[in-house]
């Protein structure tokens, strides 16, 4: 095999039945590429552009389209291995990197994942296994793919692995014996690989009584039929999507169609609406519930939360009662109250009470300054927008 990371930057490989066979790069338009040592070429020339020559990565996606006879109708996308020591150019958190581009590929729903593995390492501690778990934990969208089966120990095999015993995949999966670098090297015929790799399965005692459901043939058919399966399954519901966007944005159009800036009716629509949209981000804001969320001091409703839950308590044991005399003056008030008559005189505030409402009132007053404060920054907020900044000197003067 090769040293490093061979795949550098995504490969965006769709594979199109046609008459006739010829590759073409999205960056190359207007080129047709017959020979397919080129088209190699060309992926590390391109590769290169984007990374350096001294083994970096890039996110960009190489895009190459391959018209064959020899091929079915089929879109993969080949992203890199995971390395664990930087070597060359690499940064030293290389492999958060690598992880991060497969994750923004494999996390889409509408995506099949084939995670390839060798036969020679320890399946259970598969990269593209873990990785595919960590999206698909019920595996329902996860192909498995074993490689350099020819390698493996002597008196060993994947045959467990491939009857889908050691670690079930819904879908499965599937064994393929590949060229060597060697091969490669000599140019073997893609035609002579394949009936090596046939010959393979079907003289070895463990894959023998499974050789037509292993090889890259069968794994071409299988991609092909499942992933139009799971465009069936996924279709709906993403028409579905796209219908519900589309109509926004179609009623979206309907109001701007016949806008007229100066109509008056136009303007008391916006204000009902800035209004609305002003009461749903402070009420938000006091859920704890908004988009942005303070990292640096307490705000919005916790900060409400502490005065009444930390602060009132402490102040509250601060204060001193003569408890005696606390109920002697609770005693009086209740008899004043009623006096002859049963009714309700002007409420006589006891001394003791008028200290308890003057500390509440002090907290109140802490926190109206704080709704005013929030109210303050939401309508500065709505204010920046460009037709209505020249409101902003007047909210200045009115706040100063």
Request: glycine letters at 4%; aromatic letters at 8%; proline letters at 5%.
């Amino acid at each position: 095999g090769c040293s490093g990371i061979v795949t550098r930057r995504p490969l965006v490989l769709q594979l199109v039945t046609a008459k006739t066979e010829y590759a073409e790069f999205l960056h190359c338009k207007g080129r047709k590429f017959t020979d397919f040592d080129e088209v190699r070429q060309e992926i590390e020339v391109e590769t290169d552009r984007i990374t350096g020559v001294n083994k970096g990565i890039s996110s960009i996606p190489i895009n190459l389209r391959i018209y064959s006879p020899h091929v079915l109708s089929l879109t993969l996308i080949d992203l890199p291995g995971i390395t664990k020591v930087p070597v060359g150019d690499q940064p030293p958190d290389i492999e958060q990197q690598i992880r991060d581009m497969i994750m923004q590929f494999i996390s889409r729903e509408n995506c099949l994942i084939l995670a390839v593995t060798p036969a020679n390492t320890d399946l259970a501690n598969s990269d593209a296994l873990k990785l595919a778990k960590e999206v698909d934990p019920q595996g329902l969208r996860t192909i498995g793919v074993i490689t350099k089966l020819d390698l493996m120990d002597e008196g060993t095999d994947a045959r467990d692995v491939l009857e889908n015993k050691l670690l079930p995949l819904r879908r499965g999966y599937i064994g393929v014996v590949n060229r060597s670098q060697k091969d490669i090297d000599g140019k073997k015929d893609i035609k002579a690989a394949l009936l090596a790799e046939r010959k393979f399965f079907l003289s070895h005692p463990a894959y023998r009584h499974m050789a037509d459901r292993m090889g890259t043939p069968y794994l071409q058919k299988v991609l092909n039929q499942q992933l139009t399966n799971h465009i069936r399954d996924t279709l709906p519901a993403f028409r579905s999507k796209l219908q519900s966007q589309l109509l926004s944005i179609e009623h979206e159009v309907e109001v701007y169609k016949n806008f007229r800036p100066e109509d008056p009716t136009r303007k008391t629509k916006a204000l009902l609406q800035m209004v609305q949209q002003f009461s749903v981000d402070f009420e938000k804001r006091i859920e704890g519930s908004g988009d942005q969320v303070d990292t640096l001091e307490l705000s919005g409703g916790a900060k409400i939360n502490r005065i009444f839950h930390e602060r009132f308590p402490f102040e509250l044991v601060k204060m001193e009662f003569n408890e005696k005399e606390l109920r002697r003056e609770i005693s009086y008030a209740i008899k004043n109250i009623h006096g002859i008559r049963q009714v309700l005189p002007c409420f006589q505030v006891l001394n003791s009470i008028c200290t308890w409402l003057n500390l509440f009132l002090s907290l109140l007053h802490d926190i109206i300054g704080f709704f005013l404060v929030c109210c303050h920054s939401k309508c500065v907020q709505v204010l920046n927008r460009p037709h209505l900044r020249h409101f902003l000197p007047i909210l200045q003067a009115y706040t100063s």
